[in-house]
Nanobody, 122 residues
């Protein structure tokens, strides 16, 4: 019913930048919070950054000052600008969105993208 498709991952040297995008499509009436999470090999998935529908942002301490989350509500898209990348940022990055599918839906259902690999070489 709802699909989230990420793009923009890849291989970059330490100190470099990448911009991730995630577009939501399907049966969407409205989206509240959107966010990015990441999972490194052997580790649990962790929050990177979130953004509300009115633009309030939240970042993990490990990326604060280096990453910027933004969104385009008209296009149901969320972005993650990643600067000053470090090898420890290497992970699969997943986007997440809380979606209300119809006017009659009472709650927002969380959906996840398939993930995009980010690899930072030292």
């Amino acid at each position: 019913q709802v699909q989230l498709v990420e793009s923009g991952g890849g291989l970059v040297q330490a100190g470099g930048s990448l911009r991730l995008s995630c577009a939501a499509s399907g049966m969407i009436f409205s989206i509240n919070d959107m966010g990015w999470y990441r999972q490194a090999p052997g580790k649990q998935r962790e929050l990177v950054a979130t953004i509300t529908s009115v633009g309030t942002t939240n970042y993990s301490d490990s990326v604060k000052g280096r990453f910027t989350i933004s969104r385009d509500n008209a296009k149901n898209t969320v972005f993650l600008q990643m600067n000053s990348l470090k090898p420890e940022d290497t992970a699969v990055y997943y986007c997440n969105a809380g979606v209300r599918s119809t006017y009659y839906s009472r709650t927002y259902t969380p959906y996840w993208g398939q993930g995009t690999q980010v690899t930072v070489s030292s």
